[in-house]
């Protein structure tokens, strides 16, 4: 059982910045890989990263490849994700993700664990 609390949401102005963090409970994270996902209102939740056990293999969205970086800590048993150059279609419900084998998915319905999710809202 893998339990996931993502903070660092919030508001910020287009150009801006924020950095998730995903906080894993459990000592076999690094057994894990991991994504974030997110929903906007009235959309359905998309992937946005996704990062392997190790943390060397990662993937991105088109629309956030270049403005996004993922990475972990497996010794902190920590996700993150830097947004840079935030736009105001970048808001959405930010969620982290972990599935049962060390290397990623990209669609939601193979992740086994979810957080509970966390704001990000870039104003125009």
């Known amino acids: 059982q893998v339990q996931l609390v993502e903070s660092g949401g919030g508001l910020v102005q287009a150009g801006g910045s924020l950095r998730l963090s995903c906080l894993a409970s459990g000592r076999t994270f690094s057994s894990y890989a991991m994504g974030w996902f997110r929903q906007a209102p009235r959309k359905e939740r998309e992937f946005v990263a996704a990062?392997?056990?190790?943390?060397?293999?990662?993937y991105y969205a088109d629309s956030v490849k270049g403005r996004f970086t993922i990475s972990r800590d497996n010794a902190k048993n920590t996700m993150y994700l830097q947004m840079n150059s935030l736009k105001p279609e970048d808001t959405a419900v930010y969620y982290c993700?972990?599935?049962?084998?060390?290397?990623?998915?990209?669609?939601?319905?193979?992740?086994?664990?979810w957080g509970q999710g966390t704001q990000v809202t870039v104003s125009s």
């Open positions: 993700a972990a599935v049962g084998r060390v290397y990623y998915s990209v669609i939601p319905d193979e992740y086994d664990y």
């Open positions: 990062i392997g056990w190790s943390g060397r293999a990662t």
